[in-house]
């Protein structure tokens, strides 16, 4: 049932015809603490202006899916739906990944009540790294952004409060 609901989100992203971003991602999750380091990798799929869908290969079944306010994962057998008009602490996180993806830092900073700081990136891109100003009990401390020329994001760090770091590399097609 999760593959098929997967699909059919997949699939009507593509049939809108608005599919903004789609190609491949690895993932490095970083944990502080113990130096543990747990990869993923997998497809990702974004349409603008608030559906995304990240489709792991490796572990095989998991997802993180964004459709409009509605945040579904599976992520190592835990499973959960979250509405963000009624979770501020998903939410936040939900906009930071769109927001990263669609290239509005700027909007992150805000909501995120954040120092965000631009500069040349490699070839021609960005390097985007913004940093709240004060500690929260929950959240990303910070965002490392990396943009192609072009303005496709290439990479993407999301820091926890928790001493949690995870990378994303992306492909892009």
Do not use: W
Not at 62 to 69: L, T
Not at 111 to 130: F, L, P, R, W, Y
Not at 146 to 157: A, E, H, L, R
Request: aromatic share 6%; hydrophobic share 40%; with cysteine.
């Amino acid at each position: 049932m999760k593959k098929l609901l997967t699909l059919a989100l997949l699939l009507c992203g593509i049939a809108a015809g608005a599919q903004n971003l789609e190609g491949t991602f690895t993932q490095a999750k970083t944990i502080k603490a113990s130096g543990k380091v747990i990869k993923s990798e997998g497809t990702i799929s974004y349409t603008a202006p608030d559906q995304l869908a990240m489709l792991y290969t490796k572990p095989e079944g998991d997802y993180f899916i964004i459709d409009g306010p509605v945040v579904r994962m599976d992520m190592r057998g835990v499973t959960a739906d979250v509405n963000t008009d009624t979770n501020k602490t998903v939410k936040a996180q939900r906009n930071a990944i769109i927001y990263g993806i669609a290239g509005n830092y700027e909007q992150i900073a805000k909501e995120m009540d954040a120092d965000c700081t631009v500069s040349a990136g490699k070839n021609g891109g960005k390097h985007v790294v913004i940093k709240v100003r004060k500690t929260l009990p929950k959240g990303y401390s910070g965002m490392i952004l990396d943009y192609k020329k072009n303005g496709q994001i290439s990479s993407m760090v999301l820091e926890e409060f928790g001493g949690i770091s995870t990378e994303y590399v992306l492909t892009v097609k």
